[in-house]
């Protein structure tokens, strides 16, 4: 199946796999590239800085590297949710370079994006991780490490718990409607994917079930306990530091 202008066939998905094409509804957003290379747009400031104050105030974070280790994770989860469903359901992927995808830094969750032209490209692993991992994830990483003291195997954590996520309930979809052939390509693509060097190593995958080797302090907020594929059973008493690397 040819990509449609429309991406819509992520539409029945939910939020964390819909790509809205085309301009912006609100007037013009700034690009993911102007995040990543720390410019400024006109209305946000910052659109990476704009987003973490907008995470922290609303989960209350008591340090900015928790509430930039939540954006991140949630970004990535989106991006993720929007390539993962374009390969399973139409064979191939947009073009999702960070110059093409505009953001609502602050926006609601999940992260609004918007995709100015739809660019097809293959959807296989290879495909997906040069545009995903090192067209983005690589480049955001840089730069919160850059801004705030988060090691790299937080981030890289993150990355591979958003990728689990996002195929462990795209396959689900794809079962409970009938196409477990979508499904069956969507745990291919990620334990595929999982395996690629910026990802070895950051937790075990066993079926659909992951389960990572760092944490990403979500324990750390108000009321915040440990995620479902936690390095941890339960919240460290402990000083956090064990829980960054």
């Known amino acids: ?83 993962l469903g374009c390969a399973a359901l139409y064979g191939r992927i947009p073009d999702l370079g960070p110059r093409l995808l505009h953001w609502d830094p602050a926006g609601s969750a999940p992260d609004d994006l918007y995709l100015a032209e739809v660019r097809p490209l293959p959807g296989d692993a290879a495909t997906v991780a040069d545009v995903v991992l090192q067209g983005h994830l690589q480049p955001l990483a840089a730069a919160l490490r850059a801004r705030h003291r988060i090691a790299p195997g937080l981030l890289w954590g993150n990355a591979a718990s958003a990728l689990a996520g996002a195929a462990r309930q795209l396959e689900r979809w794809a079962r409970a409607g009938g196409r477990p052939e979508a499904g069956d390509r969507a ?36 009321g915040g306990g440990v995620c479902g594929d936690c390095c941890f059973t339960r919240a460290p008493r402990s000083s956090p530091r064990a829980a960054s690397g």
């Open 187 to 222: 745990r291919d693509l990620a334990a595929r994917l999982l395996a690629h060097p910026f990802l070895a190593g950051t937790g075990t995958l066993t079926g659909a079930n992951f389960r990572r080797r760092s944490c990403c302090l979500y324990y750390r907020v108000p």
């Open 1 to 83: 199946m040819d990509l449609d202008p429309d991406l819509a066939a992520l539409r029945p998905l939910g939020g964390f796999f819909l790509l809205r094409t085309g301009g912006a509804p609100h007037g013009p957003l700034p690009t993911l590239a102007q995040a990543y290379a720390d410019e400024a747009s006109d209305a946000y400031g910052n659109p990476l800085t704009t987003r973490i104050r907008k995470v922290a105030d609303g989960i209350r974070a008591p340090e900015p590297r928790i509430a930039a280790s939540v954006a991140q994770q949630a970004l990535a989860a989106r991006l993720w949710s929007a390539a």
